[in-house]
């Protein structure tokens, strides 16, 4: 029975389509509506640093810290911030954690103390250190970073604030 039935169901679909079979059409929309829209993707400010730092060697270069005034960007606390060494290679990736500090004073004008340690002194040399701001999102700012530099045993100290990029 039920064969019986789908074999009258495909006759009567094939006699449709010989009867009248599908003709192409062309389609169109003609509605005046439209939208616009926007978006944006988030954008983390990065620490506002002062326009200068500071370099103290310390005797014979064998305690070099290095100073920063900065302030955070509007809705963002100290807790947001992280402190490193910015773009560190060799001994220093494995020493710089041992043998430094950083310490952060103040408010809503910070100053950042970032002690180089010894190895990092007395050969002299150059270092860039910063920070950045973390987002609840975990997404981060750019680094804002400061270029130490001295000459053996802590001669001509300098410290240069380099622009975010």
Sequence with gaps: ?????????????AAALLVSPPRPTLASWADTENATGAFGALTVPPPVLGATCTLAPGALGLNPVITITWSLPAGYALGDVRYGYYNVTGLEVVTGALLSSITTTGGPTYTTKFGSGLLAGLLGGSKSVGMLIVHSSGWTSKWATVTATMGLAGANPTCTVNPVV
């Design 1 to 13: 029975m039920k064969r019986a039935l789908v074999g009258i169901g495909v006759l009567a679909v």
